[in-house]
């Protein structure tokens, strides 16, 4: 390679490398801030489940009695159109019926078992009287000025199309979230309606990752309004240590280190934490830096 090549290259390297670490310090100068319409440092997820059965009415008004921020809930809709709160579609694991929500009326749900397994928390359990699986439209009565963070738990057009009757309904666009892990159904949601702020998807996670690490970042606009997932060292917590080898603990380490550093992510940033028993309003960790 020829000396003026290598001054060209190295001049190019060199003005991209000090131009993605301006725009990533600054990034106003080239994308418009996001409006922070509320702010969540905790958020209880499935309503605070390991203190109350999950998902039910008891739990949300526990978690919003002892000062939570945000509500995180998932939706289903049953066969006479009505959209429920649960996390499963099949109600094997919380009522003990093996039967889909979607192939009952809501008048047929069975009831939550008194007891219930933590999924997210090893040798946990959560329980209460409040066995009823609710309504959404209830817990938007119930809390009208809490914030929610919906997870629409299956591909459904008709249930995507009625939660967002139902946040128009109650006019809650501004302190309503949506959306799943999957990159399809974020995008079906995002066309019903782009008042209501969107959560990334695993697959939007990982680009925006790459896009950092590249240095990418900060010449990609952003339309999502909230970054949410689990820290590694929760998905730590539910493996047998004994069964993972040094290097795989390493890397979950790095993971968590990674995913809260102050300079990560120049986007609204939610890292969402189950709540714990023991600790009710442990705060998740949580940054939100300047907006792209």
């Given at each position: 390679?020829?000396?003026?090549?290598?001054?060209?290259?190295?001049?190019?390297?060199?003005?991209?490398?000090?131009?993605?670490?301006?725009?990533?310090?600054?990034?106003?100068?080239?994308?418009?801030?996001?409006?922070?319409?509320?702010?969540?440092?905790?958020?209880?997820h499935r309503g605070g489940a390991g203190e109350n059965l999950e998902n039910t009415m008891a739990a949300f008004q526990h978690?919003?009695?002892?000062?939570?921020?945000m509500l995180e809930l998932d939706c289903h809709i049953t066969k006479d159109e009505q959209v429920v709160v649960s996390h499963d579609e099949n109600l094997k694991r919380s009522t003990g019926v093996n039967v889909n929500i979607s192939d009952l009326k809501y008048c047929e749900l069975p009831p939550?078992?008194?007891?219930?397994?933590?999924?997210?928390?090893?040798?946990?359990?959560?329980e209460g009287k409040d066995n009823r699986i609710p309504l959404l439209k209830e817990v938007f009565e119930a809390f009208p000025n809490t914030p929610i963070n919906i997870d629409i738990k299956v591909n459904n057009n008709l249930l995507?199309?009625?939660?967002?009757?139902?946040?128009?309904?109650?006019?809650?666009?501004?302190?309503?979230?949506?959306?799943?892990?999957s990159y399809e159904i974020v995008e079906k949601c995002y066309k019903e309606n782009?008042?209501?702020?969107?959560?990334?998807?695993?697959?939007?996670?990982?680009?925006?990752?790459?896009?950092?690490?590249?240095?990418?970042?900060?010449f990609v606009p952003i339309r999502e309004q909230f970054f949410e997932i689990p820290m590694p060292s929760i998905i730590l917590k539910l493996k047998e240590p004994h069964t993972m080898s040094r290097s795989q603990k390493f890397l979950i380490w790095l993971s968590d280190i990674w995913e809260v550093r102050n300079s990560d992510f120049q986007t609204s940033l939610v890292v969402h934490l189950p709540m714990q028993k023991t600790?009710?309003?442990?705060?998740?960790?949580?940054?939100?830096?300047q907006s792209n």
């Open positions: 390679m020829s000396s003026t090549a290598a001054f060209y290259l190295l001049s190019t390297l060199g003005g991209y490398l000090v131009t993605s670490f301006l725009l990533l310090k600054y990034p106003t100068l080239l994308h418009q801030r996001k409006k922070q319409r509320f702010l969540s440092k905790h958020i209880s978690a919003v009695t002892i000062g939570t921020d939550y078992l008194g007891k219930l397994d933590v999924s997210f928390q090893k040798a946990c359990q959560c995507i199309k009625k939660v967002s009757e139902l946040v128009k309904q109650y006019r809650r666009e501004h302190i309503t979230v949506w959306g799943n892990a782009s008042e209501i702020p969107i959560l990334f998807s695993l697959q939007r996670v990982l680009l925006i990752l790459g896009l950092f690490f590249t240095g990418l970042l900060p600790q009710a309003l442990r705060p998740g960790r949580f940054h939100r830096p």
